[in-house]
């Protein structure tokens, strides 16, 4: 029950007397009707509802006295209204107001890691001044904090070349990919050249090399795992997912050619097509370029002939294609000119043997010899 | 017309005069060897400490000291008749009633030394340690008497304050609730004329302190402070009205300050010396003593083998004393929270280099 | 119990319920708490439901009412005691600064202090003079003596459980103005909250708007202005002003660079004058602008026709972000 009481209707005013009701109990009221008159030491006052709602209950008739902070009226249902303060005003809460409340306890999560570079306010301000944008620089202090000579020595650059490019996009997230694998593997680079001098005329490069890839991990099983540096511990995968390096303007893209091992030579290309337009167009999803067991570099198409490629944890192998170039090779005893395919092979000494890297390059060499 | 609305009056319980001898015809229970031997060997082993804590003090071994002396007689009777389960909130001048409730001596010079691990000793049980602000612990006497209460513990607290204690709203306050809840406090006024330099007739222009209680409406009454036998039965009634659940005592203790009110304080300057002198011929010790000697419970060889004794304790736990190592600087740092927050771990941290440094000697520079 | 949208008064209540159900020595104290319910019925029903010997009305006298905490404390009973309104919390002080927040130190934890006090504080109610008052700092500067602000229902429950249940003493205070200005859904499953950190309320970049009891409303009204206007606030309830989550507020300026620290409180030598001074030392080389305060001056907290011109309001912390955001060193 919900009760309206006499409120203090001038300063101090103790007490008031009922003139006359103008409502009747059961009678449905608005907010700022007229309820009662009632007369106090000073005037005759209207005191009106101070909300809408069905009247239970009068308190005293025409001529009672009625003592400030006593009730007044009774509303029918709701809360009881005692405000609960023998001093001031509580603000009420709105009753649609009854959602969870959900707050994170403690820093938010991207506050754990602090994005701004660290520098003192005064080489901010010298950065400002000079234009030198702080988030290119790497600073020469303490903890990585920019100092006033790290700004001014880039002002003197930029003044000379212009300003640098801050790397963007893929080509961001290659150099730091290729950073992150040149501190953690432990390459080593086989080199060897594969005769495909029979191989007839206007042959799938592309595919003969997935194809001799699925080969060699088929029989020397031991490249085609992840590597886990940190636990030191191997994952052998079954599966030949194999990660084909793509080049384009933006930069390197190495989408997943998935079970290499066991799907047919026209299914393969089909998909490696598609694959390449997803990526010219820019539209291959996340997820179609993780995952690969082991990587193949086609740079023969471009030029070069051996490489060290990169491996990018947590696989452990990489395999490079040069460019196909006819050349004197021993054919039992005697110098003919035949196709060959140069090959480098990059593993991760640190996941394999040099033994399992020479066979996996022999398995390799020979499918690509049949 | 007018009618008396209530009319208080305040007892005041002495059975010795200043030289030992009876007021008039004692009691049974006075006569006999039990506890007056004990409270009289108490009484001395607690001069003893108050004299040497005094002299480590004046050769730099102890730090600001509250002598006790003229008190012997109400620590050491309040103690002996508290039981163990019983909780002292003591002030600053109790060191006998600690030392009684089993505080080792050495750990009294340890605390006065300026170590808190004084206050830690294990053998003080529950018994709050030495409040410092004035009056604060007439409160805390209360509150411990009302987890008593609520765990359903028949025991007793016991809290002493001084003169100048009284004229704080917390022993006003504290007189109050416990009359208000009954609870089974004993509060006890070491009456000793003096607080610092402010005598008793400056404090309050209330003949007695004790009349205090009778606004707070509980049990208030006066005993000589320096007859430890008037002081055995007051404050044993006391506590077995408090145990049995009959309320809190306001008992105003007349002693005398026999010292300055600290080592850092100098009496001479607010006390006139006639006064002095006319109370040491009414101090406790050696009106118990001539007691005893009336009595044939002492003589000059058991004097001589107490006195004796007494020294060699008291020298061993000053030997003990100085062999405590020095704590370490964590520990300034590990009690403040029941777990050390992050922020203040890092000030832990600094202080151990800064404590490492200065005992190198100087800033380091590097 | 089910869950249930109640008002943060209605939170605290719960939250003692819990704790008087779940420990048989948690008791209450203060002035009109028990058949009256409190002045503001934060202890309502309670007296009824747990009797007098756990919900006790006391003599008027707070110095007494903290230091019969303090006495209750070291002997096992966990007092949480009510002083009617933070203006008259200033008889406690001696008991808590002298006792309470340094009994377990100076007996090297033989003996320590688990209790709380509760009192309402903070102006905007239109109360008589010495009722509106945030002097929260003057509590915050002491060693030993935890001080913790809710700013919702949840978190009141939450905390305040969590105060009941520490072994240090607690000083819980809590923003009367919005003791009813919203409801949100609680769960009563006895879970608290922990003291010793701060609370992201709302994630943001670009700054941290730092603040604590009834002046998050105001701060979470302005970020979302802000979010209008293309700046992300990150809006920090600090909640425990001792020992505080410094951590937390250096890795959030750290990332945004930017601070406003807001409070009723007076301007000098306030909790966001201490919170300026740590990001200075462990986040200058991240600031992007100086941390800036919006804060009550420096007078007396006015009778209630002034209190509205004393209190930092929504306009106040937009003008404080949009003049950090457009600074340039």
Redesign the interface.
Known sequence: MKYFKLPDLGEGLPEAEIVEWHVQEGDEVEVDQILVSVETAKAIVEVPSPQTGVIAHLFGAAGDTIHTGEPLVEFAGGEDA?S??????????K?T?????S??????????????Q????AV??LA?RLGVSLETLRGSGPGG?VTAYDVERAADLDQSFGAPEPLKGVRKQMAKAMAQSHAEVVPVTLCEDADIDHWPEGTDITMRLVQAIAAACQAVPDLNVWFDGQQLARRPHSKIDLGVAVDTEQGLFVPVLRDIGNRSLDDLRDGLNRLRADVKARSIPPAEMQGATITLSNFGTLAGRYASPVIVPPQVAIIGAGVIRRQPVAVGDEVRIHRVMPLSLTFDHRAATGGEAARFMLALIQSLSE | MHEISYQGEIRLTRYLNDSGEPLGEMPDWACGNQPWVGYYQQMVLARQFDTKAISLQRTGQLGTFASLLGAEAIDVVCASLMQAEDVLVPYYRNHAMQMIRGMPISQLFLYWGGDERGSATPEMGRDLPNAVPIATQCLHACGVATALKLRGEHQAVLTMIGDGGTSKGDFMEAINVAGAWQLPVVFIINNNQWAISVPRSQQCIAPTLAQKAIGAGIRGEQVDGNDAIALHEVVGQALERARAGKGPTVIEALSYRLSDHTTADDATRYRPSDELKAAWAREPVARLRNWLHSQGLWDEAREQAWQTETKQLIESAVATYQAIEPQSVDEQYDYLYAECPPGLAAQREQARIRQQRREQGGADHE | MSDNAITLLEAVNLALARALEEDPNVVLLGEDIGTNGGVFRATDGLKARFGERRVIDTPLAETMIAGLSVGMATQGIRPVAEIQFMGFIFPTMEHLVAHAARMRHRTRGRLSCPMVLRAPFGGGIHAPEHHSESTETLLAHIPGLRVVIPSSPARAYGLLLAAIRCDDPVVFLEPKRIYRASKTLIEDNGEALPLDTCFTLREGSDITLISWGAMISETLAAADQLADEGISCEVIDVATLNPIDHATLVASVSKTGRCVIIHEAPHHGGMGAEIAATLSEQALTYLQAPPRRVTGDDTVMPYYRYEQLYLPDVDDILIAVRETMEYSG
């Open positions: 005692d609960g303060t023998v001093v001031g005003q509580l603000s009420q809460a009753s107001e009854s959602q969870r409340e707050f994170i306890i403690g820093a938010a999560p991207s506050s754990r890691q602090a994005a701004h660290s520098t003192t306010p901010r301000s400002q904090r």
